[in-house]
Nanobody, 124 residues
Framework: QVQLVESGGGLVQPGGSLKLSCATT????????MAWFRQAPGKERELVAYINRSGTDIPYYPWSVRGRFTITRNDAKNTCSLQMDSLRPEDTAIYYC????????????????WGQGTQVTVSS
């Protein structure tokens, strides 16, 4: 059974940083693209970053987080991380990691595997 487990969420002040981690089990990790999505109350789930299989193209970020968030993967440890800097109150949401075989997608419906989510709250 494939499992994705996020960790690292919490409360942080505006301008602060957090690093989220996603640990995977029973997933042929090197064959999968990884992504992070977020969902705020009353809003649709949105992509914040994706990274394709190692050795392929560069990571993708939407304009809302570009230059502030960095996604990385460690194929030796089957983990994916999201470093979030210069956090803003509008970054408050539940953050989810997701996995998709082969190439990444911007659409959440294209990802068959999801973690349970971790809450990120940016507030003073």
């Amino acid at each position: 059974q494939v499992q994705l487990v996020e960790s690292g969420g919490g409360l942080v002040q505006p301008g602060g940083s957090l690093k989220l981690s996603c640990a995977t089990t029973n997933l042929p990790f090197s064959d999968y693209a990884m992504a992070w999505f977020r969902q705020a109350p009353g809003k649709e789930r949105e992509l914040v970053a994706y990274i394709n299989r190692s050795g392929t193209d560069i990571p993708y970020y939407p304009w809302s987080v570009r230059g502030r968030f960095t996604i990385t993967r460690n194929d030796a440890k089957n983990t994916c991380s999201l470093q979030m800097d210069s956090l803003r109150p509008e970054d408050t949401a539940i953050y989810y990691c997701a996995a998709r075989r082969s190439w990444a997608s911007e659409e959440s419906r294209d990802y068959p595997y999801w973690g349970q989510g971790t809450q990120v709250t940016v507030s003073s």
